[in-house]
């Protein structure tokens, strides 16, 4: 019995300890689970109301959709309709822009075609042109009548007022008297000298613009405006007294009593009164023609030769050596004039900011101004013959009103007539220039 009573309270007291410790622990956990299941539920209704909204949502978007690609197709529709009439609007102006460009682009082709067959047949025309007279000047007879009808047109020529200067300068006022009192005092004691002693003043001359050149300091002095004059003069006597001759001193003193603008303009008059007595000679002598057309057939060798030109011209060079060169072209001329050889060797010898043809150029102008004449340079196809040459002179003189010299240049290239420069008048009447002046008219 005690043993019954005894497992009876042990029955209660571990029922009681489940009331007390496990009871409350499973209560939370059915409590807590309970609760889990409820909100579950709660999301699973959450879930099927949202699922019944979007499926709502869904119908309705397909619905606007199917709507909106009515609405598009129906717009698509419209679209086709309103481009396929503007591309044939489109198209019809592009054939018609594609029509207009067409027959402006014909019309073109057309007219180049046109100015090209109207060049080709310009230019043929020249060509046989040119043939044609080629083929009459090689007759000596026809061209030179081809001079005669130049003539005959310019004796027909009215008297112009054009009447260029005998002698140019560049001098300024002062130096331009100076130097014509030098020229006048050369001249008054010229006329009692021997051809040899014009020479040996030219030399003498030639030496003192050279001693000037080297010495700047002593050009300037004798140059300079100033009232020491007979200071100057006894300077030249113990420089060059018992070097030079008299006559030499007396035109150096005669240079340094004016009054010069500048340095150079007195060393240039001393060179140019050199010139002057080598040309006096050749006055004297009667070989002025001869000097002076040497002169010239000098100036259009070195045109024709460049290189002869630059190499005369070159002032790296010394001056011996551009002599030297100078020498022996002249040796190789035939019959050159010793005293136009003279005067280039004095001009290429005493070259200084200038060119070679440039000096012997102004050189030649000198020779034929110095006869109180101009120049009337002449290119023609082959020689004149003396009365067409005098009739040229008579004619040019009555034109310029003024002594005329006739400088003949022969130029195959012209085929026939004359071409006259005088001082900065051309006057062309060559064939050559003729056929030019057609073929520079010719359409383009």
Request: net charge negative; hydrophobic share 45%; no cysteine.
């Amino acid at each position: 019995m005690a043993t019954f009573f005894g497992q009876l309270v042990g029955f209660f007291v571990i029922v009681w300890g489940i009331n007390k410790w496990v009871v409350p622990l499973v209560r939370r956990a059915m409590a807590n689970q309970q609760e889990t299941v409820r909100t579950q539920l709660d999301e699973s209704a959450e879930a099927t109301r949202r699922l019944a909204e979007s499926s709502a949502y869904h119908a309705k978007r397909i619905e606007e959709a199917r709507v909106e690609a009515k609405h598009i197709t129906d717009e698509a529709r419209t679209d086709s309709v309103r481009i396929a009439e503007q591309l044939r609007a489109q198209a019809d102006v592009e054939v018609e822009r594609i029509k207009v460009q067409g027959a402006q682009q014909v019309s073109l082709l057309r007219a180049q075609l046109i100015r090209q067959l109207r060049g080709d047949l310009g230019t043929e025309s020249v060509r046989r042109a040119t043939d044609l007279v080629r083929g009459y000047v090689a007759d000596p007879a026809a061209r030179s009548a081809t001079v005669d009808r130049f003539l005959d047109d310019l004796d027909s020529m009215t008297a112009t007022a054009f009447a260029p200067e005998v002698e140019s300068s560049d001098l300024r006022s002062a130096s331009r008297d100076a130097q014509a009192a030098l020229v006048t005092r050369l001249e008054a004691v010229a006329g009692s000298l021997s051809g040899e002693q014009l020479s040996a003043l030219s030399d003498e001359l030639t030496a003192v613009v050279k001693l000037l050149i080297a010495e700047p300091i002593l050009a300037r002095h004798l140059a300079e405006a100033s009232g020491e004059t007979e200071a100057k003069k006894q300077m030249l006597q113990r420089l060059l007294g018992g070097k030079v001759g008299t006559t030499t001193l007396d035109l150096l003193d005669t240079a340094v009593s004016v009054r010069w603008s500048t340095t150079t303009d007195f060393v240039d008059a001393v060179e140019h009164t050199g010139q002057l007595a080598l040309l006096a000679r050749a006055d004297r002598e009667n070989q002025a023609d001869e000097v002076a057309e040497q002169l010239f057939r000098f100036g259009r060798l070195l045109d024709a030769q460049p290189r002869l030109n630059v190499l005369l011209s070159d002032y790296s060079k010394p001056a011996a050596d551009r002599v030297g060169l100078l020498r022996s072209v002249l040796g190789r001329a035939s019959g050159a004039n010793s005293t136009a050889g003279a005067l280039l060797i004095q001009s290429v010898e005493l070259l200084r900011g200038e060119r070679a043809d440039e000096a012997v150029s102004r050189l030649a102008q000198l020779a034929v101004a110095r006869r109180g004449e101009i120049v009337a340079e002449v290119t023609a196809a082959a020689e004149i013959s003396d009365a067409q040459r005098t009739r040229l002179t008579q004619v040019l003189t009555r034109i310029y009103h003024h002594p005329v010299s006739v400088q003949l240049n022969i130029d195959p290239a012209v085929l026939g007539g004359l071409s006259v420069v005088v001082g900065d008048e051309v006057i062309d009447a060559t064939l050559s220039s003729r056929l030019t002046a057609a073929a520079t008219r010719l359409p383009d």
